[in-house]
């Protein structure tokens, strides 16, 4: 069964960083995507950063150059280094690996920026 766990979120003020992490198990191969997505009240849920299997990037708009995606597959884990981060980073963030057409999420974890 496959199963992913966030941590390494929290609470931060603007300009501070945070870095989350993804652990998975259960059987995840190497062709697949990583991606991060967050979801803050009252709104839709947003991808925030992707990685290939080959290690092609893509950021949302309003995150590129501040945050990346990183992975060690040594460590089955998967990183989301978030900096510079500002109150409307404010959500619950998700790890996602879609793999053959399936979707594994986590459970969330939420970050919180504010003074």
């Known amino acids: 069964q496959v199963q992913l766990m966030e941590s390494g979120g929290g609470l931060v003020q603007p300009g501070g960083s945070l870095r989350l992490s993804c652990a998975h198990s259960g059987g995840i191969g190497s062709i697949n995507t990583k991606a991060w997505y967050r979801q803050a009240p009252g709104e839709q849920l947003e991808l925030v950063a992707a990685?290939?299997?080959?290690?092609?990037?893509n950021y949302a708009d309003s995150v590129k150059g501040r945050f990346a995606i990183s992975r060690d597959n040594t460590k089955n884990t998967f990183y989301l280094q978030m900096n510079n981060l500002k109150p409307e980073d404010t959500a619950v963030y998700y790890c996602k690996i879609k793999e053959y057409g399936y979707n594994y999420w986590g459970q969330g974890t939420q970050v919180t920026v504010s003074s």
């Open positions: 990685m290939t299997d080959n290690g092609l990037t």
